[in-house]
């Protein structure tokens, strides 16, 4: 989901991004698959044209601080 504004020579844009469990490696068996934790994240992109063809640009991702959480198996692991 985004929010995003733009007027004149200013935008802006606040992005909220959801990733669900994902598998990222096969083990020898089930213990041994390797996941990534669901994450939800915060990010913001603004710029700013100063003039024709010059324009200043800033990108925060993961603003929210969060985790990256990986296991292996089972998600208390």
């Known amino acids: 989901a985004a929010l ?3 007027r004149g020579p200013s935008e802006a844009r606040l992005a909220w991004s959801y990733r ?12 041994g698959d390797i996941y990534w934790g669901d994450r ?3 990010d913001l992109q603004t ?5 024709e063809g010059i324009s ?3 990108s925060i991702s993961n603003f929210s601080d969060a985790s990256r959480i990986e ?5 208390n692991r």
């Open 40 to 42: 939800g994240q915060w």
């Open 71 to 75: 296991y292996q198996g089972r998600p």
């Open 56 to 58: 200043v640009f800033a």
């Open 4 to 6: 995003f504004y733009e």
């Open 47 to 51: 710029s700013v044209e100063l003039r």
């Open 20 to 31: 669900d469990d994902y598998l990222e490696a096969v083990g020898a068996d089930a213990d």
